[in-house]
């Protein structure tokens, strides 16, 4: 395998890790949400923090390394439009993803600890998952336009 496809192999890999793993552990916290059980949330949230710390952390280093290596082999300027948006969009993903992070760690030691006393999840636990959720959101459409920008390289951003 070249070089060439190798890198283009971890960008493609690496981004469909980032992005699957980041809407399955959304999914798996919203369902537990709803179901309310303080144990089942406990439980999805070890989960979702260790496939961070599996998955996501790794994705999130490959993507960048793997990205700004192909335009580098293909030659094409970091500061052409699409890179540069894609690079600053990935930058603010990852600004939501920190505080989701610290959240997410929060939010299991405080089911952790709920369950383990046999109570039910303070109010505390409710205002970090609702801005877990909100921090989600622009996290994941800007995550779409990302992919749309590597598929259809834009030169400019034009409305027509």
């Known amino acids: 395998m ?12 690496s981004a469909t890790v980032l992005f699957g793993t980041g809407m399955g552990t959304a999914f798996a916290m919203w369902a537990a949400h709803r179901h309310g059980d303080a144990r089942g949330i406990a439980l999805v949230a070890r989960n979702v923090v260790t496939a961070d710390w ?3 952390t790794p994705a999130v280093i490959v993507q960048p390394v793997t990205g ?3 335009a ?13 948006a894609s690079l600053v969009l990935y930058l603010l993903i990852g600004a939501c993803w920190l505080p989701v992070v610290w959240l997410q760690l929060r939010m299991r030691d405080l089911a952790v600890a709920a369950v383990a006393q046999g109570q039910e999840l303070p109010v505390l636990y409710w205002r970090y998952a ?9 996290a994941f459409f ?7 920008l590597m598929i259809a390289k834009p030169d400019s951003f034009a409305v027509m």
């Open 54 to 56: 599996l998955f996501t």
């Open 142 to 148: 800007m995550g779409l336009v990302i992919f749309w």
């Open 130 to 138: 609702r801005r877990w959720e909100l921090l989600g959101y622009p």
């Open 2 to 13: 070249t070089l060439l496809l190798t890198l283009k192999w971890l960008h493609i890999l």
């Open 68 to 70: 700004i290596a192909l």
């Open 72 to 84: 580098l082999l293909y030659g094409w300027p970091l500061t052409s439009f699409w890179i540069a």
